[in-house]
Structures are given as structure tokens and as C-alpha cells.
């Protein structure tokens, strides 16, 4: 039941071979009644991040920082699939997922400039905050002596 597809294109210049990927299929958890219990229709789609040949420097670098929790110590991306009943529908979405990922990864992202507030931003939250505080005076209890 091999794809006939041998990489996966990232963007027109990225492109990743199927050897690179890794995927064990699990009994998963949800949706699928008793078939749930019988057949491991979920994927683990495990993809070693660090030492992927295919991925340019900056890319793997962005890549790592955005797959956060999924990232094992070694580097290795895991991306778990069990949406669906099926199998093969949950092995496209784990393969959908790290294409998605590693998109993101290609943008650069452009550096914050840092800008201060206007003069006429200051006052409007300045007056604002006169405005909250009066509401506030208005609805608290006064207590004559």
C-alpha cells in the first residue's frame, strides 16, 4: 500500500523524500465504536528535524522553534493523526500537518520595529481612564457622619 508519490513538496525549492519520514500506526482513541478497538487507525508521523538533508539552515531553525511540545530531545518532529475513522485519511492528515508546519517555517518573518505611542493616543486613554474613574466615584457609597 506504498503511495506512488516518493517525496513531499514543501514549496516549489523544498522538497521531502519519504524515506525521511517515519510512521507507526496505533489503536487510537475517539470516534470508530468496537472498530476502535480493533484497528490501529491512528499514525504517528515521526520526522527527524535536526538531521533532514532536505531542509535549508534558517528553515530547520524556525521549524523547530514552532513545533514547540512535538519536538523530542533528538530532534525529531512526532506528529499524532487520529482524527478520522480511517487510516489512510489519518496518515494524509499527519503528512498535511508537517507540510503545513514546514511551510510556516519557510516565511521569514519580519522584524518588529519598535514605535511609540502618539500624543493623541496617550490622551485618549488618558481620558478614558478620568471617564472609568468617575463612573466608579459616581457608584460608590458615601457614608455621612
Partial sequence: MESAMTTLRITPLIAIDEDELAESFVLASGPGGQNVNKVASAV????DLLNSPSLPEPVRARAMRLAGRRLTKDGVLVIQANRFRAQERNREDARERLIEL???????PK???PTRPTRASKERRLEGKKVRARIKQARAKRFED
Avoid: D, G, N
Avoid at 504517528?44 to 520526522?47: A, S, V
Avoid at 514546514?102 to 521569514?108: D, K, Q, Y
Fill in 44 to 47: 504517528e508521523l515521526r520526522f
Fill in 102 to 108: 514546514l511551510r510556516e517555517a519557510t516565511e521569514i
Fill in 111 to 113: 522584524p518588529r520595529r
